[in-house]
């Protein structure tokens, strides 16, 4: 089943539509929600609370790329979880310490308006990458791997992986000065 077709059985409150849903990607959005949660239990009720969220937001919503949408609902809600239940690997917070460098400083949250224009800032950086480069900064920061797993599952060692993780950071805080970020 087409992603396409998923979508339109949501819209049309078929009762298989979660069914379908969870037969397609229930596998993927485990493995997110398993990477940035430590208790098994926390991953079953957040993916529960991902299924509701997508029940509910389709429609109005028609997502264009279906699978990066649910995957950002997933990454959303596990790390709401975690923050709330004070339960999450450490690898997160790793992870969010080694790109906080590169981000522009501030204790007060972005606007609405700043925040997409990093954001777009930081999509347009990591789409002049290469793929494994690309794969390798988001594996690390969306996905919140280990620089071990990362470099599992690139066939790289750790070594090249942590050299590459760091070169492609000082490369994103350079974009990000010329940008007017930094």
């Not at 239940?85 to 460098?101: F, S």
């Not at 930081?122 to 791997?145: G, M, N, S, T």
Request: with cysteine; net charge positive.
């Amino acid at each position: 089943m087409s992603d396409q077709e998923l979508v339109e059985r949501f819209l049309v409150r078929s009762e298989d539509a979660v069914p379908a849903l969870t037969g397609r990607y229930g596998p993927y959005c485990r493995a997110i929600a398993a990477g940035l949660l430590s208790d098994p239990r926390d991953v079953d009720e957040c993916l529960n609370d991902v299924w509701l969220s997508v029940w509910r937001a389709i429609p109005p919503a028609r997502p264009a790329h279906f699978k990066g949408w649910l995957a950002a609902i997933v990454r959303n809600r596990a790390l709401a979880m975690g923050r709330e239940n004070r339960r999450r690997p450490p690898t997160v917070d790793e992870a969010a310490l080694e790109l906080a460098a590169c981000l522009p400083p501030g204790s007060d949250p972005p606007g609405q308006s700043e925040f997409r224009a990093l954001a777009g800032a930081v999509e347009r950086f990591l789409r002049a990458q290469p793929k494994d480069v690309r794969a390798a900064f988001l594996r690390r920061y969306w996905y919140a791997d280990t620089v071990e797993d990362t470099a599992r599952r690139l066939g790289w060692s750790v070594s090249k992986t942590k050299s590459a993780l760091f070169r492609t950071r000082n490369r994103l805080r350079e974009f990000l000065k010329k940008e007017g970020f930094l």
